[in-house]
């Protein structure tokens, strides 16, 4: 059986996400202010013209997630396609208490989130992106140097994501301690955490790996242009 964390955009936007998504019974996408993703039932050529159809006219850029490269059909023109390792965390690891203040993001903090995560590129993420939920940062006085928060639900399943800190305060900790108040929160809950990584991002997975995160499988994010 397919787990369905092999389709994750699908699974979330029929499970947890399902408030925030559009689309039919084969093609799903979430309102386009909040992200990029698209989550098609099958990863076929039918489903990405279907995708296609659906949308609004323009040029607007989606990110697609495959178990495996796919053949993207015209009219749709591939813009990148990014190797990512997914992890999931089973059994957390608490190495540490949370030390510093971590503070819950609001719509006044949104311009400061659009520099922070448009400076450190920590994958896409757009005006109205905070209303997957639970975003948190840390400050400096009154300038936000780190976040994290939620996107993807794929129930019982969470992701957590935007994991990013200011070049300038980078190796103080503040990704870690954004982590474990995102994995308590979660596992709180009584559900998992779960995330996405670039495979060449290797500060961030050694990271991840000594918080309990595993490998579970290598997918493949394709953004696509219209």
């Known amino acids: 059986m397919t787990h369905l964390l092999d389709n994750p955009v699908w699974s979330a936007l029929q499970t947890g996400n399902k408030d925030i998504s559009l689309g039919t019974d084969k093609v799903k996408?979430?309102?386009?202010?909040?992200?990029?993703?698209?989550?098609?039932?099958?990863?076929?050529?039918?489903?990405?013209?279907?995708?296609?159809?659906?949308?609004p006219r323009g040029d607007g850029?989606?990110?697609v997630v495959c178990v495996e490269n796919i053949d993207i059909p015209q009219p749709?023109?591939?813009v990148l396609r990014i190797p990512v390792f997914q992890m999931v965390c089973e059994?957390?690891?608490?190495?540490?208490?949370?030390?510093?203040?971590?503070?819950n993001l609001s719509d006044e903090?949104?311009?400061?989130?659009?520099a922070l995560t448009d400076l450190t590129k920590p994958g896409p993420f757009i005006e109205r992106t905070i209303d997957f939920g639970h975003y948190q940062g840390i400050f400096d006085g009154d300038r936000l140097v780190a976040m994290a928060g939620q996107r993807m639900h794929a129930t019982p399943y969470a992701e957590i994501s935007a994991v990013c800190t200011h070049p300038d305060?980078?190796?103080?900790?503040?990704?870690?301690q954004l982590m474990l108040s995102q994995m308590k929160r979660i596992t709180d809950g009584g559900e998992i955490p779960f995330l996405h990584v670039t495979k060449t991002n290797e500060r961030a997975?050694?990271?991840?790996?000594?918080?309990?995160?595993?490998?579970?499988?290598?997918?493949?994010?394709?953004?696509i242009r219209k």
């Open 61 to 63: 850029v989606f990110a």
């Open 109 to 114: 903090h949104i311009p400061q989130m659009l």
């Open 76 to 78: 749709w023109t591939v």
């Open 91 to 103: 059994q957390p690891v608490f190495r540490s208490a949370i030390t510093v203040p971590v503070i």
């Open 169 to 176: 305060y980078v190796g103080r900790g503040y990704a870690a």
């Open 29 to 55: 996408f979430y309102r386009l202010d909040i992200s990029l993703f698209a989550g098609l039932a099958e990863n076929s050529g039918a489903n990405l013209l279907e995708l296609h159809k659906l949308t």
């Open 205 to 223: 997975i050694t990271l991840y790996d000594s918080l309990g995160f595993v490998k579970r499988r290598e997918l493949l994010v394709c953004l």
